[in-house]
């Protein structure tokens, strides 16, 4: 089954990553033409859409997961109604995203303002949709390839226009913004006619009323459950700009972060993959081994975590070298092993906020995201003015621990769970990991060496053990 997992997240992966390795592999020729101050009016227009995507799809995602895997031979006339309710709202929702773009994008990037709106504005207007729910229904049926075409797609536009603009055009930071614009038509059209034509799935605008309350009643309790993934992921460079934090002290901030939001966007296909194998184990009530698979396979994507942000972290100071071709930005590394190592919390996470979801608890999710993405705030409005931007990383890693462990001391989960997860035997191996990997990483090549060797030896070994229990 690990073998099935992984094959799909190689085709939701490889597609998507590989232009974003391309993309990575591009940064020792766009650093050359980037400052600090590029970085951060980019980070901090970037923090504000994110900020407000979690309100776009008013958390109706929880929805047609439900009514896909519950009603299967229904769920269409369910998401057609969802669709075009969602395609009014959206056009709503861009007016206001236009109004806060507006009053929030840097002075340092003033007289491109009209232009980022437009180019931030018009995708999420009139192209989202189609994107969120064709997404869900191939992630859902098991259907990769389109998932993976569309990325693959995407990610070669936005990679090729992003050299072309930054480093041929010397256009700075509206480089990025015009990559992702155009690299969003294009993924529209990729969807676009095999969601409408093959799947039928027009949106229905005289959608009937009932079922959208009855919808936004299990929908809206997720939306800062949703919100609670900026406060985490992005939420430091908004804080930074209203704490009146220098940009390029934001653009520092913003490199670092950016390679836990690479490992993060590349653990997503494995998450994806792996959503459809948790519903499986979810939906077998009967089956008293259902439950222990589900935990096994929580097992050995936690274990696989560990392992790969360890060995990168481990040689950042040297990926840093190769691929940032700017000495400014270099200076960054340290704070990126802090951030990328709390991106291990996720498989933990899923084993505790699927069966919570599953059952419709999602009026308590706010205790695990929305607390934590609360607390990252809070924390970096007290500190950073303190501690500068250092400060942030290091609680930013304390709120993804929480995020991933906290769901295991609700007494909804408790009374769900058939199974022990050892939450608290994975949390405190995780922060060894973290404090092996930021000391060691000035380690000399041959220790550095021959600790990746253990770890890729003890990586594989727990692979072939839940291999076999999960077959």
Excluded at 23 to 39: F, K
Excluded at 308 to 323: D, G
Aim: net charge positive; with cysteine.
């Amino acid at each position: 089954m690990l073998r099935k997992l992984l094959s799909h997240a190689a085709i939701y992966g490889l597609a998507a990553q590989v232009p974003r390795l391309a993309g990575i592999l591009t940064l020792p020729v766009i650093t050359q033409y980037l400052s600090t101050l590029d970085y951060g009016v980019a980070g901090v227009v970037t923090a504000y859409v994110v900020a407000l995507n979690a309100v776009q799809s008013l958390g109706l995602s929880v929805v047609m997961v439900n009514s896909f895997a519950k009603h299967p031979t229904r769920y269409k006339w369910v998401w057609r109604q969802l669709h075009g309710f969602l395609s009014v709202w959206s056009v709503v929702f861009g007016f206001f995203l236009a109004a806060v773009l507006w009053w929030a994008i840097p002075a340092e990037a003033v007289e491109h303002r009209w232009l980022i709106i437009l180019l931030q504005v018009l995708p999420v207007m009139f192209l989202g949709v189609t994107e969120f729910q064709a997404m869900f229904l191939y992630q859902l049926s098991q259907r990769p390839f389109p998932v993976a075409l569309r990325s693959f797609a995407v990610g070669l536009t936005t990679v090729g226009l992003n050299i072309f603009t930054i480093a041929y055009l010397k256009m700075g930071y509206m480089g990025w913004f015009y990559a992702n614009f155009f690299g969003s038509i294009v993924g529209f059209i990729l969807y676009a006619y095999p969601f409408y034509q093959r799947e039928r799935m027009w949106p229905i605008f005289n959608f009937r009323w009932w079922r959208i309350k009855q919808s936004l009643r299990v929908a809206l309790p997720i939306i800062p459950h949703h919100f609670s993934f900026f406060l985490l992921d992005s939420s430091d460079k908004l804080v930074m700009d209203v704490l009146r934090v220098p940009v390029q002290r934001i653009g520092l901030y913003n490199i670092a972060s950016s390679f836990g939001l690479y490992f993060m966007a590349a653990s997503n296909s494995i998450v994806q993959a792996a959503s459809p194998f948790y519903m499986q184990y979810l939906g077998q009530a009967g089956n008293p081994q259902s439950d222990r698979k589900a935990r096994d396979l929580t097992f050995a994507l936690q274990a696989l975590f560990l392992v790969i942000t360890f060995l990168l972290c481990l040689w950042l100071k040297e990926i840093f070298i190769l691929l940032i071709r700017n000495e400014e930005l270099r200076k960054a590394y340290p704070l990126a092993i802090i951030i990328l190592m709390g991106y291990n919390y996720k498989p933990m996470y899923l084993g505790a906020t699927n069966q919570l979801v599953y059952r419709e608890f999602t009026k308590v999710l706010w205790k695990i995201s929305t607390v934590a993405g609360v607390g990252n705030v809070l924390l970096n409005l007290l500190f950073v003015p303190i501690f500068g931007i250092q400060a942030a990383a290091f609680t930013t890693f304390a709120a993804l621990m929480y995020m991933g462990y906290s769901g295991y001391l609700l007494k909804e989960y408790k009374q769900v769970s058939k199974v022990n997860y050892y939450p608290w035997l994975w949390l405190p191996l995780t922060i060894l990991a973290l404090l092996a990997a930021y000391f060691l990483v000035e380690a000399n090549y041959f220790i550095k060496a021959a600790l990746s060797v253990m770890t890729g030896g003890v990586g594989i070994l727990v692979f072939l053990k839940y291999n076999k229990l999960l077959h």
